[in-house]
């Protein structure tokens, strides 16, 4: 790789989050929430596309992830009293360790089965949370107080509740894990992985411990979800049952599908693109679940690799 | 709309991404321009605009479909009446999928984007628990119609109001002395393990002890199940009476194992009509329930004592005699809960009104308006009967209907009073600040 | 309840749930097996399945019986076309790339729902039984209806295989699903047998809906859990395999029940989650079956 694309790769990069931060102070109220939001989110499907894009691994389980994070500050928070930094590593931390273990024991598998066994995990947590209701709050889940969400750094004190507070706390977290995300597929380890992902017998004969970059890629990607997670219930204030569910195993798969798997910025794309379609056409037709399903069908016909995925095939051939 | 919110509304027109990013631009300049107020010439004829979170898909639906009709129905006859301080009311609708963090979204969207003056009208508490914070961040009044037990303990914030439906815990305390007296000392509670269901296994025991009576097991079925047979020799023989409530689509496979399981042999049934809303009490299979007693909140079908606001309440609305819709008697309502809409928007109004309402710049004034009202009067603003209103935990407490189901209909058999399902309030909203 | 009593309900039950999983499982497990896709939209067709049993059902408004065989040939029909077509529309274009797959079926199965939200409605609706005849044990009473669900299921199992092993659509589909390009070599029309497997695992889905629908009633959302659960059993009863589906059914469904009679409904659903992962983690091959390739 040359000097010269490595310079054009992370000027495109910083020139992506440069953008998102002048956006703090251009988008409309409702605008400047919901791009909050979808940094989060964007995050959340960052960490699956490690796995999935780069990796070749797809899970059906990621919710798992993103819930350990979730109710890892969440109730780290209400039960234990920590604080926004503590409680942010509590979440970090139970994802590192449930991603270890479903790692250590879904990567005994492959393929189809690889996708079901993460699935089944996933069910497991949500049925987990459900029957500890007395603490998680079940389906209806838990509400973090206003007075709970204030980042205290040194001396000066931040309200994660604050518009422009959590919009570029948002943006911080995407950024960091975007340019981890680079940095990684970049790296020799993240070659690794690509190889794992078009020919693991192969790869595995050039000497290659698979399985331990697998498992390295799993909990490198099951930290950035949770990562996304902690991030979500610190800064919305809401952590329910609802995100351990399927459908939240199901979304950052189509986000990244949609964005185009195996870019780095395709992840971001995605979820903009999957939010505001829904967003746009709710608002036309109570049948709005119509639209989106004709936007997905019409997006595979016209760019079965995302949206990405069709520009670098055409246009930008060196992009990440 | 005017100025900012034409710029900025995507979903008004085809807006192509160069009108959306010009439309962007624009907005950075008007933003940045010094004392731009959106409000300042709100005319006093101006609609006022109620932001509607409803539950149009997902597992609310059915619910939320007979939601947006009886707020069409009350809006309809408040502003027929001159609306609130002589202005019209406007319903904005946006769909929250009956997703907790969707709603979140919605509620953001409506204060943010459609610029409403209050969020009204959501049902599901996981719903409500999920989008309280927006809510309570964006200092926008939100009146939930949900009956969760949420509101009233203190969880959520001071922006969050139940005014128009009594909560499950008052409910359920209010009924149990009935049950113990007539249906049975020793009873076992079949209930959903999730936030509704939770709210019946924390409060029925120890509102049946009071009255002498004891829960003797408690099955909590998970979500997502469809097949109950399985759990029913889990139910103690030494069991009187079954207290079943089950949400959702599962619920006549419930009580068609639990008839296939104790044909006509089994202990009494007291169930919450929750289950069977939207539901003709009449389909195939629900025939087990003939002689069991229900909740209702207020009653699906007419009653010979019907007050003349409940008979006019229900014509507004459009509901037979037998609470299914005028137009398809196959149509059935969620006539248990639904009245809560129609009720909670008089609050809104009186609210407002008392605090003399203007805008959005009157929010804090309408919360306090509404914590300092005690009582509403049964009439045509509250046909389903009087209520008692807690400022302090943001919640109204009503009459409790039980009724009998015989010959394919509900008769309303007790009628609990507002004292019977007051509790100890455990929370004091009003020390929050605004 | 005694433990024998108990035992035998928990059997029941599970029997059930193994002979209506397996039927399902079977139509995506054709699928999956022959045209290695991940078809989202499988429980949908299952949902449209039942939705159509109860059009069907109250159009006629004849005697419960006959509208029930009615549905019993109309849904599947109905559903199969509509597979059809999708397979036409969409999964053909898309050359059965995997990947954008799951995305055309995730829309697919945004589509189906939105479709029977606004055309049929929020409400859960019930289908009348064909016939309502309780089996009074001395313990307990039991649908009979439910009895004869395992009954039915079983001869359109049996049937199923017949077709597979006996006959020559059964073998142009095996030998599609061995190797593709030699049986394109051998001039199978393969697109065609993709369009047919298709269809015919969305009938075998919509059938199997059509029996439950007496016991449990139409809603727009009941899709989800039988695609979950058959996805389960299709991986354990490893791909393609007929015997091994219905195995992988009857575990499901017995340690369902089973587990149920010792822990309270949501521990036993997690126990019962956990112990089938564990069989996967240890035996990902399935039980039968090969590796998926």
């Known amino acids: 790789m040359t000097e010269a694309s490595t310079a054009r790769i992370y000027g495109l990069h910083i020139a992506v989050v440069a953008v998102l931060f002048a956006l703090n102070f251009l988008l409309p109220d409702y605008h400047h929430g919901l791009f909050a939001r979808i940094l989060v989110l964007a995050t959340f499907a960052m960490g699956y596309n490690l796995l999935f894009g780069y990796a070749g691994l797809l899970s059906l389980g990621h919710a798992m992830f993103f819930a350990a994070g979730l109710y890892g500050s969440g109730l780290a928070i209400t039960n234990l009293g920590f604080g926004v930094v503590a409680a942010f590593i509590a979440g970090l931390g139970c994802g590192a360790l449930l991603s270890l273990i479903v790692g250590l024991l879904a990567l005994r598998t492959s393929g189809v089965a690889f996708m079901i066994v993460t699935m089944m995990f996933a069910q497991a947590v949500l049925l987990t949370i459900v029957y500890f209701n007395q603490w998680t709050g079940g389906d209806q889940g838990l509400v973090l107080q206003q007075a709970s969400r204030i980042l205290t750094v040194g001396g000066a004190s931040f309200d994660l509740t604050a518009p422009a507070v959590r919009y570029l706390a948002a943006l911080a977290l995407f950024a960091i894990v975007l340019f981890l995300t680079l940095a990684i597929v970049r790296s020799r380890f993240g070659r690794v992985l690509v190889a794992i992902r078009e020919n693991e017998e192969r790869t595995r004969m050039l000497g290659y411990d698979t399985f331990a970059n697998k498992l390295a890629a799993v909990v490198l990607s099951g930290v950035f979800c949770a990562a996304a997670g902690a991030a979500y219930a610190l800064l919305f204030g809401y952590v329910g049952s609802n995100f351990a569910s399927v459908q939240y195993s199901i979304l950052p798969l189509l986000w990244v599908l949609a964005g185009g798997a195996a870019t780095t910025l395709g992840p971001v794309i995605g979820t903009l693109f999957i939010y505001y379609v829904t967003d746009i056409a709710s608002s036309y037709t109570s049948a709005w679940l119509l639209i989106v399903g004709v936007a997905l069908i019409l997006l595979v016909l016209f760019a079965p690799k995302g949206i990405l995925g069709a520009v670098r095939k055409r246009w930008i051939g060196w992009l990440p | ?434 | 309840m005694a433990f024998g009593p108990h035992l035998l309900l928990a059997t029941l039950e599970g029997l059930v749930t193994a002979a209506v999983l397996a039927l399902t499982a079977l139509g995506l497990s054709l699928v999956f097996g022959v045209m290695r896709i991940v078809n989202v939209a499988h429980g949908e067709f299952f949902m449209l399945g039942a939705v159509l049993a109860w059009a069907v059902a109250t159009t006629l408004g004849a005697h419960p019986a006959i509208g029930f065989v009615a549905a019993l040939v109309v849904a599947p029909l109905v559903v199969g076309a509509i597979a059809l077509l999708s397979e036409r529309l969409v999964l053909r274009r898309l050359n059965y790339d995997p990947e954008a797959t799951i995305v055309a079926t995730i829309g697919l199965l945004y589509i189906i729902q939105q479709l029977a939200l606004s055309l049929y409605g929020p409400e859960a609706r019930p289908v009348t039984p064909p016939f309502n005849y309780r089996v009074l044990l001395p313990w307990f009473g039991y649908s009979g209806y439910k009895l004869s669900i395992i009954a039915a299921s079983g001869l359109l199992l049996v049937a199923t295989w017949l077709v597979l092993t006996r006959t020559k659509i059964g073998l142009v589909m095996r030998a599609t699903q061995y190797d593709r390009e030699m049986a394109q070599a051998f001039a199978i029309p393969v697109e065609r047998v993709y369009a047919g497997v298709f269809a015919l695992g969305a009938m075998l889905a919509a059938f199997a809906a059509v029996l439950i629908v007496p016991i449990s009633q139409a809603h727009y959302l009941m899709g989800q859990d039988p695609l979950l659960l058959s996805f389960i059993v299709v991986i354990i009863g490893g791909l393609g395999s007929l015997r091994g589906t219905v195995l992988a059914a009857l575990i499901i469904g017995l340690s369902d029940g089973i587990v149920s009679m010792f822990f309270s409904p949501t521990l036993a659903k997690l126990i019962a989650t956990l112990v089938v992962a564990m069989v996967l983690v240890f035996r990902p091959q399935g039980l039968f079956g090969t590796v998926a390739r």
Request: aromatic share 10%; hydrophobic share 40%.
């Open chain 2, 1 to 434: 709309m005017t100025g900012k919110g034409r710029f900025f509304d995507l979903t008004n027109g085809k807006a192509s991404r160069r009108t959306v990013l010009k439309g962007l631009a624009a907005g950075a300049g008007l933003a940045a321009a010094p004392g731009f107020v959106r409000y300042a010439q709100a005319q006093s004829s101006a609609p006022i605009k109620i932001g509607f979170q409803a539950h149009r898909t997902g597992i609310g639906a059915a619910y939320g479909r007979w939601y947006e009709r009886t707020t069409a129905a009350a809006v309809k006859a408040i502003n027929a009446a001159g609306g609130i301080n002589g202005r019209p009311i406007e319903i904005v609708v946006e769909d929250d999928g009956t997703d907790a963090a969707r709603g979140a979204e919605v509620v953001a969207k409506l204060a943010n984007q459609h610029k409403v003056d209050i969020v009204y009208g959501t049902l599901f508490s996981n719903v409500v628990v999920g989008s309280a914070p927006t809510a309570g961040e964006l200092k926008i009044p939100y009146y939930v119609v949900s009956e969760g037990y949420h509101v009233a303990s203190g969880k959520l914030n001071r922006y969050v109001f139940q005014p128009g439906i009594t909560d499950v815990r008052a409910q359920v305390t209010s009924v149990a002395p009935w049950i113990a007296a007539n249906a049975g000392k020793k009873v076992t509670m079949i209930f959903p393990d999730y936030a509704f269901g939770y709210d019946h296994r924390d409060y029925l025991p120890p509102a049946l002890q009071k009255a002498g009576a004891e829960v003797v097991a408690k099955i909590a079925i998970p979500p997502t199940e469809s097949s109950f047979t399985k759990y029913f020799p889990q139910i103690p023989s030494e069991t009187d009476a079954i207290y079943h409530v089950m949400v959702g689509p599962a619920v006549l496979t419930f009580v068609k194992e639990l008839g296939d399981f104790y044909g006509s042999s089994g202990p009494k049934l007291f169930g919450f009509i929750d289950s069977l809303e939207a539901v003709d009490i009449n389909s195939p299979g629900l025939e087990y329930l003939d002689g069991s007693h229900f909740w209702e909140g207020s009653p699906r079908y007419a009653q010979a004592d019907d007050t003349e606001a409940q008979k006019a309440y229900r014509a507004a609305v459009g509901i037979d005699d037998n609470g299914a819709a005028v137009a398809d008697a196959k149509d059935v309502s969620t006539a248990a809960h639904m009245f809560g809409c129609w009720e909670t928007l008089y609050v809104i109004k009186k609210a407002m009104e008392d605090a003399g309402y203007t805008g959005p710049g009157d929010r804090a004034k309408l919360v306090e308006a509404t914590e300092a009202l005690t009582e509403f009067a049964e009439g045509p603003e509250h046909p389903q009967g009087k209520k008692l209103f807690n400022g302090k935990i943001h919640q109204c407490f009503g009459h409790q209907n039980i009724s009998k189901l015989e010959g394919g209909k509900l008769k309303v058999v007790h009628k609990t009073t507002i004292e019977d399902g007051m509790y100890e309030p455990e929370a004091d909203y009003t020390k929050q600040s605004l």
